[in-house]
């Protein structure tokens, strides 16, 4: 039994001398140096040295008399009350510190992922930690594949909105929460998967015939630009079918002209520029 007890009082903190000295104090009146050193087991050089240590910790009390130093064990309930306080307070300083540290991280890490199982497997991953929201962009193949995550989210509440970039005639099964169709891929050779988890995880990947290379962050900025390329295409892609022929007389030809030196083609802009140049030819 001792030799457990020295065993927790070193779990937590004492060293092996402290605690087979305190637990040869708990149960007498009170010990001088070479007591201890005897009911301890101990060499008699490192005794006082380790008494004192004792007292420090407030897990001893010092006794002065006629014959020398004393010490006393102070009561084990009020030792691990005091222990308690005193790890309460490293806990919350430890948490106030490494919080201050993570804020202070400039940047989050980028992970490259190799090939279409991996970022299969990263991408369920980001859905199944998802715990409010999910922004998806994607298209049939990988929708199909990811349809019972993404529906398992929305069943468990999670708030999707998915951006399908083929607009599929006929619905697949796969997108889940609310859908929306667009045609915004540049060619038939290459998909894209985009994925946003509660705004704070991100993977964006491309698919080709040979293979997928992808990316997966929590990088804030990162994160905002894919964001910010989904919800972009959400809003700018079905502008261009509801302006048709009326864009004629709303974007000047200057505009036109930045829009189609910084956008490119293959962006959800594109739309927009291919009607306004179909109508100013006109």
């Not at 008399?65 to 790890?87: D, F, I, N, S």
């Not at 400039?106 to 929201?133: F, Q």
């Not at 990811?146 to 989210?153: I, M, S």
Request: aromatic share 4%; net charge negative.
């Amino acid at each position: 039994m001792t030799d457990d007890t020295t065993t927790l009082l070193k779990q937590l903190g004492f060293t092996d001398y402290e605690a087979r000295a305190y637990v040869s104090l708990v149960g007498a009146d009170s010990r001088n140096g070479y007591e201890v050193a005897k009911a301890a087991g101990m060499p008699r050089a490192n005794v006082y040295p380790v008494l004192e240590r004792l007292v420090e910790r407030g897990a001893a009390r010092r006794l002065t008399t006629r014959k020398g130093k004393r010490y006393a064990a102070v009561r084990p309930a009020q030792l691990l009350e005091q222990l308690e306080r005193q790890h309460r307070r490293t806990l919350a300083a430890a948490d106030t510190a490494l919080a201050t540290l993570e804020q202070a991280e400039s940047t989050a890490p980028v992970y490259n992922l190799s090939g279409y199982n991996e970022l299969l497997g990263k991408a369920r991953a980001t859905i199944d930690a998802a715990e409010h929201s999910l922004l998806v962009g994607i298209q049939p193949g990988e929708a199909a594949a990811l349809a019972d995550p993404l529906r398992e989210a929305r069943e468990r509440g999670v708030a999707i909105t998915t951006l399908c970039m083929e607009a599929c005639d006929n619905e697949c099964g796969g997108c889940q929460g609310a859908i929306h169709r667009y045609d915004l891929m540049p060619s038939a050779a290459q998909r894209w998967l985009l994925l946003v988890g509660d705004e704070r995880h991100a993977i964006a990947g491309e698919i080709h015939t040979t293979g997928a290379s992808a990316v997966e962050t929590e990088h804030r900025q990162i994160i905002a630009l894919i964001d910010a390329f989904i919800r972009q295409s959400l809003a700018l892609a079905p502008l261009g079918d509801d302006l048709g022929d009326q864009f004629e007389g709303l974007l000047s030809r200057t505009a036109r002209q930045v829009l189609a030196t910084v956008q490119p083609r293959a962006s959800s802009l594109a739309r927009l520029l291919d009607i306004a140049d179909e109508n100013f030819k006109g």
